[in-house]
Every structure is written in structure tokens, then in C-alpha cells.
């Protein structure tokens, strides 16, 4: 399989102390559709940030090679001219920065796009239309203000500006919302159609799989590949669940960190007003507990 | 329950701070400001000539500097009326049992020879102008640790000599008109060597008592921890209320090496008839560590701003401090902060509480150099109205002359939200008990920072101020 | 005509250490002759009242002269003990500099309940060697709606001052969105002083776009005295060359239950200054008011220097105050998502600086507006910026 897309070998990884991935093995061909399911916590999302090399995660073993080329060590804007989009689930905000400007900054990023000027402008109206989007989207900052759906229209709008060779999309959570679904699913089959976009989609709920020809199903269970099969897998993960991989036990999702500010917390105080509500009632109650026992001697 | 509880505040003796002892036996000088009485000061103290000349000429630039026109009023404050030398009957002892007697228990029931026998490796006791006694235990002054007298320490040449390069050199005269009025009638205060490599166990205490009426106090502080050496130095001071004013304008200046690191807490309680003017600085070399925490409480007027040079590359400030203005008090305090070198962090913790009618004020200077690339700035502080007579505000200020540099900063004033109370009472907490249980909480990271006894010192002082506070 | 001077302005309510040297701005002021008829010019929307003065002092129309001088009066007797004057951002000397200087003056009155939302457009055109400023008095009475763009801008070559005083009333339950762009180039001093009241329900939007001049003067007064009235402000800025910006906001809430909230996005670039002031003053009896102030200020280059002062006063406790800043560099989170679409660091600093002008651009009032923020964002950014603008 020299020939793979996407050639992942024994990829093992850690946020900080805690190894979060452990020798993951994974191929993707040109053109096909991989799913990539497993229970909450089970590192599916960190894989996504891995092969896309966010810095927050380190990586401890392995290798990852997009269309032959050795990636592991590149930086995530290079990652991303090589050919490689991950799409988030709650993208951030970036007040000052219009959409627009956006766009065409990444695109200039992109030289083989071609997509300058005029070409630019048409090429996303193109897209606005297939997604059904405003172009006076265009004109707001980059996220700021939009609704979940609104900022899945932007990922799927990036995703096919830049037509990337493989496109890992993180749908963790996008079962729960139709709109944000019906999104996804358009944007990938323009995708698949207009260039034969290879896709891996990270996911466990499979509404979203429905009519999606996937080749590959992997599953993920506590920072390993434990089971790999075709689309079939998907309908028997549906009938039994997880377990039948054995013991699932959801591992610690990392969080970002702690405001660094820590101002006046509310949650905290009220905390530690409980812990001493608490304790007062143990103490009343072991008092009222002697009180009884010592009624009881009588 | 509740009746206990209630009875628990009011055990909290009141006349902790708040008892005076008789003056007889003390020498005062006359009160103001002239040559003649800083002359009468260096002379009773016999200390080096160029002492004397650092004295009057910080005089000469008392006299030249403004009163500060951007802070707290300080109007009440006649400095022809202030006794800026009081001192003791009797010279400095270190053994408790020389102390004359109405000192002896003053300290006493201030818990410090108690602290000393439980915790401290080290004690220095001022009372009015004069230490009147100092002590270290013998394992460390093995180790070469000096802990003494400032004035002491100048009688011997080779501190003298170290003195001399360092006393006034971070908080010049010139830098403000009450560093300037220090500089002319210092008196105390202590001076400490921690040598290099010198990592202490027990932190060292010293005690700031201003019994005098009308009197002034103007310890000097000063604190050298060298190379890779490891210090926690701690403040107390209290003094009896008056209806006259009292003022205090002591300096400390901490030099903090490499690798070193030092921190320095503060539990301060005046009385409320106190003009507290203090400075308070520190610079640190490359790796080195100072960490203030600061708490607050007494004083009518305040104006205390530590502040921390980070001159060494990857050096550290940390700064955890409360303040809680009540009835008649105006408390302007915060901290300064130069970040002067690359990788250099700074991280501040505030929090103001105001009640009663009280002022309180948060105000800060962060200044980010050129020379501090890749350096960290977090300033947090938040602010609890307690009442709507009460005034809190936050006057924080930034320069930032560097590129590669994150600087935070966030700030909160608001009361205790209702639904926070109604929580509280809806499960059988008196309203004054949850509002001390919600200030306790707010106050929490303070206390953190303080040891053991100190954190309960903090807590009994909330309590105090916050009795009556409702309704 | 007005004489070489140099006048303080800008300087915050409650001030700090002197040495920190940020409470107040000094402006130095060359002598400037009096601005021509073309540095000036006013459209004033169908159906409202107003007193226009031509260069020559003639009152131009004066239909709408004396409701809007009754209107203002009344506000200021309805104003509450203690305000003895219009308060506004720079403060008295420069605001009378200001109005010594302005050779044309609009009164505008939007009689109650109108509601069309028609631009009026108070356009300054810099002129070499003379002092072009526009005086602008505005009320709104109740229930009424009203635009206003500002456009400060110096189409020729020069310098000289350009700028704006005006007077906001905002009444009950009136709303007033005020938009201002500056563009002037690298030669030019700019001063805009800016003093609103906002009475009940009353709400004042202002959008502040500062991308040009030598030095850039702000003042920005609310007096927002009205149960439940608010004011927004949300201000761009970018500071290149060696220019200096210099900000002033105090927001006086008064009223129950008003809100602020003040927003400040700023890139600096090469070895540009700015000061930004900025104080929230929760005045004793503002019972509910919630007062917000947030500024991300993104520095790109060693040579710049940023102040910030975010200043709460907080006279009541049944409030809400908060303040944000965040310098330095782009939030890891923003920068760690751009890259993953293929842009560097560096290439994500230049964006905010491109966005700035991308932004007000985008959001120009008119096609002159649009035309004068391309000119200076190709004069700052060079031919770049030019080539990205192709094709759109």
C-alpha cells in the first residue's frame, strides 16, 4: 500500500504527562470515505488534532505521511499547504478579521488553487450558493456572532475553497443538530464530487453516515484502533454499541486550561459554602445522632 | 446553632490590637520636621557621616516634592504635629525576659513569642522607633543567615559596607515626597543576609507596634537573598487607635539574586487613625522569584503599591493581595510591576472588599520594556460592594513596549449576588453568616497564600469587619 | 485663524501616577488659517429640522434654529444636578479649541416618533495649513431614529488639523447610531471630540474607525442618564508608521438599569503609539447598571508601544463592572486555527492589518468613504494591498 493518501504507522501521542494515543496503525486510499468512531473520550477528536499537528499534543512514536511525504514533523500551516483540512466543532471567533479577508489570505496560501481576483470572488459565490449561504456573511468577522450552524457553513465553505487532498472532519457532536447534518452532508458530496475528496470523519453517531458509501470503519477505544472493518461495521456498532469491544471506559477529555485569571468564581464559592453546609450537617446530624443514641441508653 | 455561632464572633477579643500602653519612660523629640531634629536622630543613633548626609538632603527633597494629587487625601495630615522619634525605655534584648515589662506583654498578647517557639526561625520586635528585640535561632545564624537590627548591622564595617551599596538605592528619595521623608527620619527596621545556596526551613517575622500618640514610625527593611538561597520574611504591624493622627512610612527594598527567591508577606492592621505611606520594592535577577502577599485591613488613609523589577531573564512576581476598607478608612493599594528582562512573568491577584462607607481602590502599573520579549503578564483583580454607601475603584494602568508579549488583564466590581445568598439561607444560614461565608470564599486565594496562623488572623479580621456589616 | 498653542486634552476623571505619563494627552497646535467652504459639507437627511452656517456666517436655513436651540436647553435642564455643562471626552480647552476653529455648524433636530433611517453625512475634507472642522449639534427627540456617518479625510496633499466636535442628545427611547471613519494621511493631526446624553431607554451606538493621521485624537463623553439607557461604543484602530493614537472614553451611568459596553480592536504596526483611556464611572444611584469594557490590542512589530487604562469607579453596589485587555500577540487559539488553514504567524499578524482596512472598507458608508480607506490602505500597506483588492 505504498500508494496510500494517508499512511499513519504505531502513532502514539500525549497532552502533557497523559498518553492519549497508543500505536495507531491507519491507512487511507485516494477518493475513499473512512469513519472513525469510538465512545466519548476515546481520543477519536485528538487523532484529528494529531494528523493535523495542533501543538497542544506531543507526539511520542509513530509516523504520518500525506501522499508519500513525511509530515510528522511539519508545522500545522504546512500541513494544511500539503494538502490536509480538519474541520472544527466549535471554531473560534476572530473579532477584527472579516470573513472576506479570511478567505483570501488562506487562498493566497494555496498557490496551485489559482483562485485570485475575479476568479476569487466567483469561485465563492460558487460555493455560497451550494451551501445556501448570504454573501453578506462575507463582510462580518469570522465567527463572531454566528450560530453552530451558521459556523459549520464556514468550515464546509473553507473545505471547498481549498479542495484539500485529505479532509479529516470532526462531526463529533453534529449528530444532535439536523441543519448543522444536512450541512456536512452536502458540503461532502460536493466535495467527493467536484474533486474526489478523500474523507475521514470522525463521529459516533452514525445518522450522519446515512447515504455515505463508506469503504473503511475503524473504532476507537481508549486511545487505540481496536476494530476495523467495512460499512457494515457501522450498522453492527449501531446494534450492540461500543462494549462489544470490550471494557469502554470514558478517559479524560482534555480541556483547555483553566482561566488563567481566576477571578471571582461564583461555582467556587458556592462550592465551598456546600462543603461547609456539609460539614455543618454531619456535625448536627453526628450531635443529633449522640442526642438519639443517648436517648436510646435511657 | 446559631446563637453558638454568634456567640464565636463576638469572642473574637477586640482589644487584640486596640490597647495602649502607658509612655512614661519613653523619650519623644519634638514634633515636626526641621534639620535640627534629623540631626538629633543620626546623633542618638551614631551612626556613619554619610547617613547624616543621605538624611538631610532626602529632607531638602521632602521640602521640593508635591503632595501626591492622585490618590487618597491626606489633608488630616499635619506633619508639624508628627513625632517622627519615639523611643523605647530600653535597648534592643534578645531574650523575652529583659523586655521591660509593658512590651513584653504588648508583643504577648500579639501571639509573637508564642509564633517564635512554634515556627519561626526568627524574630525582630520594634516598638514605636526602636527594635526592641531581635533574635535568630543559632542553626541559622550557622548557616550565615543575618538577621538583625539595621542600624546594628551598620556598626559592623563589612554590612556596613553592604548597606551603605544598597540602603536607599531602590526606592531613591527623590522617587516620592514620603520616600523622601523617610529618608530623613528612618529609624529601625531590619536587615537581612540570606547567603548563597541558603535555603530556609522557617520564615523570619518582624513586628511593627506603634504605640506613641501622635507619633510616626519609619522602619527601613532591608533584604538580600543571594544566589540560588530561599526566603519567606514576614510583616506585622498594629498599632492603637488614637483621635489624632498617626503615620507610618517605613521602606523596604528586597534584592532577590539568581535562582533566588523570596517571599514576602504582609498582614497589616493600623489603626484607623493611620496614615499608612509605604514603599515597598524589589528587584530580582535572572531565575529569581519574589512572591508578595498582602493583605490590608487597617489604616484610615493608604497608599501602598509593592513593586517588583524583573531586571534578570526568566524571573518571576507573584502577587496575592486583599484589601478591606471599612467605616472612616480610604485604602488606595495594588502593586507596580516592571518586566525588564526577556522571559520574564508576572502574575497579580487582587481582591477589594469595601463596606461601610469605606473607600477602596485597586490601582496598578504593569510596564513591558523593550528589553522583556516573550514575557507574561496576568493582572486579575476583583472588587465586593458590600453596600451601596461604600465606593470601589479600579484604576489599572499598561505600557507595553515590546512585541513579542502576552499582557492580561481583567477586572470585576460587583456585590454578592442575591441568588448566591438566597442559595445560603435557603438552607438555614443566617443572612450575616452566609455574607461572612461568601467574603470568606472571595477572600479564599489570600488566605491560601498565608500560613496557617496568619490565614486565621485574616479570617478573625474579616469576621470582625464584617460584624454589623448587615442589616 | 487660530495661534500656535499646545492645550491638554483627553485626560481621565480619576488620574494615576504622573510618571506613568498617560493621564492626559498634550497637543501641540501650529497657527492654522480658517478652513474654506469645501472642507466642510453636510447632508442632512428629508424631514428633519436644522440650522446650517455657511462659511460666511450666514445662517443658511434657520426653519429648524429655534426647536433645536429649545431642544438642547431642555436637556440641559433635565440634566441632573452637577452637570453644569455638556461634558465631552477631550475636555474644555480643546473642545473650545475645536469650536473656535469650526467654521460651519450643524444643529439637526429629529422630531419625535421619526423613524426613517436616512444617513446624515458630515464629510471633512483636511485643507494644507488650515484648521478644517465641523461643529455638529444633534438632538433626537423621543422615540426617533437617526444615522450619522463622519467622514474625516484629506483627499490632497497638506497638513493641518481635521476633525469633528459634536454634541449628542439622545431622548427617551430615541436611538442614534453614529459611525465615524478617519483617513487622513501621515501629515496630518486629527482632533474629534464627541460629548452624548442618553436619557431613558435611550440608546447611543458609536463605531470609531481610526486608521490614519500623524496624531489621532479622541474624546469620546456619555452621559448615559436614563433609566435603562445604554451606550455602545465599538472602536477599530491601526496604528502604522510612526503615528500616535490617542483615545479618551468616559462613560457616566447615571441612570437605573443603563448599560455600556465599549469595545476596542486595535493592530500597531512599525513604531505607532497609542494611548487608550478608558473610564466607567457607576455613579452612586445607578441601581442595576451594568458597565462593560473590553480592549485587544495586537502588537506586530518591537518598536510600538501601547497603553492601556481601563478604569472602573464604582460609586454603588447593586452594579456590574467589568474590564478586559489582552496585548500582545494573536490568542494561541485564533493563531493555532488560522494555521491549520495554512497561514503563519507572521501571515496572520498581517491579516489583522489588512482585516482593519478589509473592515472599514467593507462597512463604508459610501463609495468615497470606501475609495478613501483603499488609498490609505494601499499607502500603508503597500502594493499587496492593492493587488488583493482586484477583482472585487
Known amino acids: ?298 | 446553632m446559631c446563637a453558638k455561632e454568634r456567640s464565636q464572633v463576638a469572642d473574637i477579643d477586640r482589644s487584640l490590637y486596640d490597647f495602649t500602653k502607658s509612655e512614661e519612660g519613653s523619650e519623644r523629640l519634638d514634633a515636626g520636621l526641621t534639620p535640627e531634629i534629623v540631626r538629633e536622630i543620626s546623633a542618638r543613633k551614631n551612626e556613619p557621616e554619610w547617613m547624616l548626609e543621605h538624611r538631610l538632603k532626602s529632607l531638602e527633597i521632602y521640602h521640593q516634592l508635591p503632595v501626591p494629587d492622585w490618590g487618597p487625601s491626606i489633608e488630616g495630615l499635619d506633619m508639624d504635629n508628627i513625632v517622627t522619634y519615639v523611643k523605647p525605655p530600653t535597648e534592643q534584648k534578645s531574650d523575652w525576659e529583659s523586655v521591660p515589662e509593658d512590651i513584653k506583654d504588648t508583643f504577648e498578647r500579639l501571639g509573637i513569642p508564642e509564633a517564635e517557639r512554634a515556627y519561626l526561625a526568627g524574630v525582630g520586635a520594634q516598638y514605636d522607633s526602636e527594635l526592641v528585640y531581635h533574635n535568630i535561632q543559632e542553626s541559622v545564624s550557622e548557616l550565615g543567615v543575618v538577621y538583625s537590627g539595621i542600624e546594628e548591622a551598620l556598626e559592623d564595617p563589612k554590612w556596613e559596607a553592604i548597606i551603605r551599596e544598597h540602603f536607599m538605592k531602590l526606592i531613591t528619595p527623590d522617587d516620592h515626597k514620603f520616600a523622601a521623608l523617610h529618608g530623613a527620619v528612618w529609624s529601625g527596621g531590619s536587615f537581612v543576609y540570606v547567603p548563597a545556596g541558603v535555603k530556609m526551613d522557617f520564615p523570619l517575622q518582624s513586628y511593627f507596634r506603634l504605640n506613641a500618640k501622635g507619633a510616626g514610625q519609619f522602619e527601613h527593611t532591608l533584604i538580600i537573598v543571594e544566589e540560588g538561597a530561599d526566603l519567606h520574611f514576614i510583616e506585622g504591624c498594629s498599632a492603637p487607635k488614637y483621635n489624632v493622627a498617626n503615620l507610618h512610612a517605613g521602606a523596604v527594598e528586597l534584592f532577590v539574586r539568581k535562582g533566588a527567591k523570596l517571599r514576602y508577606s504582609t498582614i497589616e492592621n493600623w489603626s484607623k487613625n493611620m496614615y499608612n505611606l509605604n514603599t515597598k520594592r524589589a528587584v530580582v535577577e535572572d531565575d529569581g522569584v519574589i512572591e508578595w502577599v498582602s493583605g490590608s485591613f487597617g489604616s484610615h488613609v493608604g497608599y501602598l503599591y509593592p513593586m517588583s523589577i524583573l531586571n534578570g531573564a526568566h524571573s518571576t512576581c507573584e502577587f496575592t493581595g486583599i484589601t478591606f476598607s471599612g467605616a472612616g478608612q480610604n485604602l488606595d493599594t495594588g502593586c507596580k510591576v516592571v518586566l525588564n528582562a526577556p522571559y520574564t512573568s508576572a502574575h497579580v491577584d487582587t481582591k477589594g472588599i469595601s463596606k461601610g462607607g469605606g473607600i477602596q481602590t485597586f490601582r496598578s502599573s504593569v510596564l513591558v520594556t523593550e528589553k522583556a520579549e516573550y514575557s507574561n503578564v496576568a493582572v486579575a483583580c476583583a472588587s465586593l460592594m458590600l453596600d451601596d454607601e461604600s465606593r470601589s475603584d479600579t484604576i489599572p494602568a499598561m505600557d507595553v513596549r515590546a512585541e513579542h508579549v502576552n499582557v492580561g488583564h481583567e477586572a470585576s466590581i460587583g456585590r454578592i449576588g442575591d441568588d448566591m445568598m438566597f442559595y445560603l439561607m435557603s438552607r438555614g444560614i443566617s443572612e450575616a453568616e452566609a455574607s461572612t461565608m461568601i467574603v470568606n470564599g472571595f477572600a479564599d486565594p489570600v488566605s491560601k497564600e498565608l500560613p496557617l496562623e496568619y490565614a486565621v488572623e485574616m479570617n478573625n479580621l474579616i469576621k470582625l469587619e464584617m460584624e454589623g456589616a448587615i442589616g | 485663524m487660530t495661534t500656535q498653542t499646545a492645550i491638554k486634552a483627553n485626560r481621565m476623571p480619576a488620574i494615576t501616577w504622573h510618571k506613568f505619563k498617560g493621564n492626559e494627552a498634550e497637543i501641540e497646535l501650529p497657527a492654522l488659517a480658517a478652513h474654506d467652504a469645501g472642507a466642510v459639507a453636510f447632508t442632512v437627511p428629508p424631514a428633519l429640522m436644522f440650522m446650517e452656517t455657511t462659511i460666511n456666517g450666514d445662517v443658511a436655513l434657520d426653519a429648524g434654529t429655534a426647536p433645536v436651540k429649545e431642544a438642547f436647553d431642555e436637556a440641559l435642564a433635565a440634566a441632573p444636578e452637577g452637570l453644569q455643562q455638556w461634558e465631552t471626552g477631550m475636555g474644555e480647552a480643546a473642545d473650545a479649541w475645536l469650536d473656535a476653529a469650526a467654521k460651519r455648524r450643524l444643529a439637526v433636530l429629529v422630531p419625535e416618533g421619526h423613524t426613517e433611517e436616512n444617513t446624515l453625512v458630515i464629510r471633512i475634507q483636511a485643507q494644507d495649513g488650515a484648521a478644517a472642522v465641523a461643529a455638529v449639534d444633534l438632538v433626537a427627540q423621543a422615540h426617533s431614529r437617526l444615522k450619522v456617518a463622519l467622514h474625516v479625510d484629506s483627499p490632497t496633499a497638506g497638513s493641518g488639523v481635521a476633525g469633528s466636535r459634536v454634541r449628542v442628545f439622545v431622548g427617551e427611547g430615541a436611538r442614534v447610531e453614529f459611525a465615524s471613519v478617519q483617513t487622513l494621511d501621515a501629515t496630518w493631526q486629527h482632533l474629534d471630540n464627541i460629548g452624548a446624553y442618553v436619557a431613558d431607554s435611550g440608546r447611543f451606538i458609536a463605531e470609531q474607525t481610526v486608521l490614519g493621521a500623524a496624531e489621532s485624537y479622541t474624546g469620546f463623553a456619555s452621559n448615559v442618564a436614563g433609566r435603562e439607557a445604554d451606550t455602545t461604543v465599538d472602536t477599530r484602530y491601526l496604528g502604522h508608521g510612526a503615528n500616535k493614537i490617542d483615545f479618551n472614553y468616559v462613560i457616566r451611568q447615571r441612570g437605573v438599569q443603563s448599560t455600556c459596553t465599549l469595545t476596542a480592536n486595535g493592530v500597531l504596526m512599525d513604531s505607532s503609539a497609542k494611548v487608550l483611556r478608558g473610564t466607567i464611572d457607576l455613579i452612586h444611584g445607578a441601581k442595576g447598571a451594568v458597565g462593560k469594557e473590553n480592549e485587544t490590542v495586537l502588537l506586530v512589530n518591537e518598536d510600538v508601544r501601547n497603553k492601556t487604562i481601563p478604569v472602573i469607579l464604582c460609586d454603588e453596589d447593586d452594579v456590574q463592572g467589568a474590564h478586559g485587555a489582552t496585548i500582545g500577540h494573536v490568542n494561541p487559539e485564533q493563531l493555532g486555527y488560522m494555521k491549520t488553514r495554512g497561514l503563519s504567524a507572521e501571515q496572520v499578524e498581517d491579516l489583522f492589518a489588512v482585516a482593519t482596512f478589509d473592515y472599514a472598507a467593507s462597512h463604508a458608508f459610501d463609495a468615497s468613504v470606501r475609495a478613501a480607506v483603499e488609498r490609505l490602505g494601499t499607502r500603508v500597506l503597500g502594493d499587496a494591498y492593492e493587488l488583493l483588492q482586484e477583482g472585487e
Not at chain 1, 470572488?121 to 445556501?132: F, G, N, P, T
Not at chain 1, 475553497?161 to 453534529?174: G, R
Not at chain 1, 474523507?199 to 473504532?219: F, G, K, S, Y
Not at chain 1, 446530624?285 to 438519639?292: M, P, R
Open chain 1, 1 to 298: 500500500m505504498a500508494d496510500a493518501l494517508l499512511a499513519v504507522q504505531g502513532l502514539s501521542a500525549s497532552a502533557g504527562e497523559k498518553a492519549i494515543l497508543h500505536g495507531i496503525d491507519l491507512e487511507v486510499n485516494k477518493g475513499e470515505i473512512h469513519v472513525l468512531m469510538g465512545p466519548n473520550g476515546a481520543g477519536k477528536s485528538t487523532l484529528g488534532h494529531v494528523l493535523m499537528g495542533n501543538p497542544a499534543f506531543t507526539v511520542t512514536g509513530g509516523s504520518i505521511k500525506l501522499d508519500g511525504a513525511d509530515i510528522t514533523e511539519d508545522d500545522v500551516d504546512k500541513r494544511s499547504k500539503a494538502g490536509l483540512f480538519i474541520s472544527f466543532q466549535a471554531p473560534v471567533e476572530v473579532p477584527g478579521v472579516p470573513l472576506n479577508s479570511f478567505l483570501r489570505a488562506i487562498v493566497a496560501q494555496h498557490e496551485e488553487l489559482d483562485l485570485k481576483g475575479k476568479k476569487y470572488k466567483k469561485r465563492v459565490a460558487e460555493i455560497m450558493a451550494q451551501l445556501d449561504m448570504d454573501e453578506a456573511y462575507l463582510n462580518r468577522e469570522l465567527n463572531v456572532g454566528f450560530s453552530g450552524g451558521e459556523k459549520k457553513k464556514v468550515e464546509m465553505l473553507q473545505l471547498l475553497l481549498l479542495q484539500p487532498k485529505l479532509a479529516i472532519l470532526d462531526e463529533t457532536d453534529s449528530g444532535l443538530d439536523v441543519d448543522a447534518l444536512n450541512v456536512v452532508s452536502k458540503a461532502m458530496a460536493a466535495y467527493r464530487e467536484e474533486c474526489d475528496g478523500t474523507i475521514l470523519i470522525i463521529t459516533h453517531n452514525t445518522r450522519i453516515l446515512e447515504h455515505l458509501p463508506v469503504d473503511r470503519t475503524h473504532v476507537m477505544v481508549k486511545g487505540k484502533l481496536v476494530a476495523e472493518g467495512d460499512a457494515s461495521l457501522i450498522t453492527k456498532i449501531d446494534a450492540e454499541g461500543f462494549e462489544q469491544f470490550g471494557h469502554v471506559e470514558e478517559t479524560e477529555v482534555l480541556r483547555s486550561e483553566d482561566d488563567p485569571f481566576g477571578g471571582f468564581n461564583v461555582e467556587d464559592v458556592l462550592a465551598d459554602a456546600e462543603a461547609a453546609l456539609r460539614e455543618a450537617d454531619a456535625k448536627r446530624a453526628s450531635e443529633s445522632g449522640e442526642a438519639n443514641e443517648a436517648g436510646a441508653a435511657e
